[in-house]
Nanobody, 126 residues
Framework: QVQLVESEGGLVQAGDSLRLSCAASGRTFRPYAMGWFRQLPGKGREFVSTIRWNTGRTFYVDSVKGRFTVSRDNAKNTVYLQMNSLKPEDTAVYFC???????????????????WGQGTQVTVSS
């Protein structure tokens, strides 16, 4: 069973930066893509960012473009999310996600991913 282990989030002020990491267990696991979703208070999960493992192609939700950067370490099966210029509306529980093969679903869809991290709280104060 593949497990995704996320780093701790944190409490920061608006304009600050945070970096999240997520490592996938399993010596033979090679993801098709790894990325991030977030759950805002009282709402469902929404797509944030993802990266294709082979090509390095990245995708971002419009609200984080220019502020967040997703990257990967192929040797460690680890994905990172560098979050700059954080805003109060970024406050959410951030979930790491990994897919193992291409599907009929897009990279933006939650159902395209097979494995999920435990979630980590990021709180941005005004």
């Amino acid at each position: 069973q593949v497990q995704l282990v996320e780093s701790e989030g944190g409490l920061v002020q608006a304009g600050d930066s945070l970096r999240l990491s997520c490592a996938a267990s399993g010596r033979t696991f090679r993801p098709y893509a790894m990325g991030w979703f977030r759950q805002l208070p009282g709402k469902g999960r929404e797509f944030v960012s993802t990266i294709r493992w082979n090509t390095g192609r990245t995708f971002y939700v419009d609200s984080v473009k220019g502020r967040f950067t997703v990257s990967r370490d192929n040797a460690k099966n680890t994905v990172y999310l560098q979050m700059n210029s954080l805003k109060p509306e970024d406050t959410a529980v951030y979930f790491c996600a990994a897919s193992q093969r291409v599907t009929v679903y897009s990279d933006y869809e939650e159902r395209a991913y097979n494995y999920w991290g435990q979630g980590t709280q990021v709180t941005v104060s005004s």
